[in-house]
């Protein structure tokens, strides 16, 4: 019995493990998997014998990463916002885009009519995009249903992603996104029928996690707290869109819940974040919906710092607030907006995102026994990854031990 | 004889011609080429008959833009400044960085160690960025040279890659970019080395304009106006560093040459915008670097506006303050930090990036006589392509008549 059936030589390691210092980097490394797996990822000086066996892939020096993690996107959606966004730059007042069908619900509807094969391939190209830089794992949350039957078809339709794609796919239930009209005015109401839709959806295998927007414009804290005890008894893991417009106390409340993440979180004040440390929380900072909407509070990174609570960064890809489809160009956002560093990036996109996601036992390192999800970049240094906007510098992208 | 040897139909344009509102868009269009020159675009219905004979290409409905222009980059350099990046966010000081050789010298450094072959082959990959966005034609720009030998190296690295690229290169000499060290303390004396350079690198045909850096931190109004006539007698269009940190009335300096153009302009005031309306000189907006600067003073667009002075935008990509290589990006950058309407962010980079750079005559709209320079897009209306951040809908690109 071979040893491992694939090796990449010849390169450099960003490992990411966390027993190692700063990104773990390994100058002279090896990288030797097994049926998709992992068996070992270091120098070349601690290289197990018996690796000569298997498929040799010279990396010529070239720098590898774990593939990288979007852990908060909302892929899977009808329509586009870009004639809306044209008319707010020409000057129409809100009151005339929503008389135009503007907003988050021009958003539902569309998503709504749509059938579940024009969800998979409007978001295919999405997809394809962050793929193309090297992403081999992608949340994607519903959210523009606000049905049961069309939260559904949105599932599937990322379900369907993750299975016609080398990509693995996490979907996240978030029927508590905006109240639908046909509720208008009755929040308890459909507080309760997506209470009702999630021990349904799950039973279908279409719910990794469950997600809620707690926020003045879309549902409080005690109707976010109904949202995530159900999901609790469902043996479900929650997420939160937190303190992103304002300090409602999101951080907090994620935190009560052992969420995997409070995500956001420009407002969250030091008790939040401190919240979120105690319990695990990490924060996903999203600087693409900051910079496209024009915010001027920027998420309180020292407080994370402080606190060690885990930082991740994604796309939030999504046509109303970030119709970014570039994790690359999200790290670069994270640096010049947000001030984090280049390592504190990559890390964000990979150990840290992957944790983001209940998932860092199985990706978002180069270690053995985590999936062989590879990023092989032509670059001479890791920050060159942060520090370049807009160019894509991916050589090779490996899922699950396959050259994809 | 035939009319035309190449025909695209079934398609939606944006002529950008001067002689139609707005984009100048045509719902139902025909484009017809000949030896790489449009000899018709506009509605199907007006076409002239006899274009059956050519090769028809189907279009199924999909938007054509004229190829885009980026007419401010600094594409030929040696080395990159991403340790520079790290390190800043990593919390060193600018005399660390300095210490370290970091800043405009570091790159210079690098620029004059790389032959020309590397030179070349560093911007390859950096050009092809730009062409896969539908980049037809691109200015680069001298200035990481600063002596005769090296600063003749960059611009001949530029002209090659217009040689061996299926893309129009426009030269542009910017001796005047900064001191080098061994001029340091007189700039009097490196002014004078500039006025000399001008003539000799202007007879080997590797200037198309000359440009200048006119600022407290680079040259002062004196120092670009020796430059600039000295451009003047060697009969080449000038172009201006202007107003980017501060109003030292370099768009009124620029003006009283006739510039082609005047670029940054965040500091530019009424005076100075009200010459270049009467000069003919247009304005180069460059939100790459406001954005990657973090700078708070956006260029005066209204003024702009009130004068009617042509805004174009460019990614001015160099390491330093702009490692931007995506035109779609510096549009939705534009519109989301400088508020462009979408109308005019398409306008920028054609009709007016052209006539920043003196080419409308050739290129920058749909029209009899221009080259056939093409972008077809995957795009449901044109706003798309400045309301996505990070994502290419380039369905094909047409150079001189050839699909590339």
Same mark, same amino acid.
């Given at each position: ?8 030589? #010849? ?10 210092? +700063? ?26 014998? =018996? ?49 135009? @069908? ?19 391939? +409007?978001?295919?190209?999405? *997809? ?15 959210? !523009? ?9 949105? *599932? ?28 208008? +005015? ?71 819940? =052992? ?7 420009? %407002? ?19 600087? @693409?919906? !900051? %910079? ?27 046509? =109303? ?33 992957? =944790? ?9 390192? *180069?270690?053995? $026994? ?26 090779? #992208?490996?899922?699950? $031990?396959?050259?994809?």
């Amino acid at each position: 019995m071979t040893l491992a059936d694939r090796v990449w030589h #010849r390169c450099r390691l960003a490992t990411l493990s966390p027993h190692r210092e +700063g990104l773990g980097v390994v100058e002279d490394g090896v990288i030797a998997a097994k049926d998709g797996i992992i068996v070992y990822a270091g120098p070349k000086a601690d290289a197990p014998t =018996g690796l000569d066996a298997a498929e040799r892939i010279d990396c010529e020096g070239r720098w590898i990463t774990p593939g990288l993690v979007d852990c908060h996107t909302h892929l899977v959606y009808g329509g586009n916002r870009a004639e809306e966004f044209e008319l707010r730059l020409a000057g129409a007042s809100y009151e005339e885009i929503a008389r135009r @069908g503007g907003g988050i619900m021009s958003t539902v509807k569309a998503t709504r009519t749509a059938s579940e094969d024009a969800l998979v391939s +409007g978001a295919q190209r999405r *997809l394809e995009a962050l793929m193309a830089e090297g992403v081999t794992t992608v949340e994607i949350k519903s959210g !523009y249903g606000l049905a049961f039957a069309t939260e559904q078809r949105q *599932l599937r339709a990322a379900r369907r992603l993750g299975s016609e794609n080398q990509v693995t796919v996490r979907t996240t239930f978030l029927g508590a996104h905006a109240l639908p009209p046909e509720r208008a +005015g009755d929040s308890k109401a459909y507080i309760a029928d997506v209470c009702d839709m999630i021990p349904k959806l799950a039973t279908e295998g279409l719910v990794d996690a469950v997600d809620a927007f707690c926020e003045n414009i879309a549902f409080s804290v005690e109707e976010t707290a109904q949202v995530f005890a159900r999901a609790r008894e469902c043996n479900l893991r929650v997420k939160l869109h937190a303190d992103q417009l304002s300090n409602l106390g999101g951080a907090a409340l994620a935190a009560r819940f =052992g969420a995997l993440s409070a995500d956001h979180l420009e %407002y969250a004040d030091e008790a939040g974040i401190a919240a979120m440390a105690a319990a695990g929380t990490a924060a996903v900072v999203l600087p @693409g919906a !900051y %910079y496209f909407l024009r915010e001027k509070q920027t998420p309180p990174i020292d407080l994370m710092r402080k606190h060690r609570v885990p930082i991740a960064l994604a796309t939030d890809s999504n046509p =109303g607030s970030s119709p970014l489809t570039s994790l690359l160009l999200t790290m670069n956002m994270g640096a010049t907006l947000f001030r984090l560093t280049v390592d504190e990036c990559i890390a964000a996109v990979t150990r840290e995102a992957a =944790g983001a996601l209940g998932l860092f036992s199985e990706t978002g390192s *180069l270690e053995a $026994g985590k999936r062989c999800d590879l990023a092989i970049w032509d670059v001479e240094r890791p920050a060159e990854l942060v520090y370049r906007i807009g160019f894509n510098p991916l050589h090779a #992208r490996v899922f699950r $031990g396959q050259t994809t």
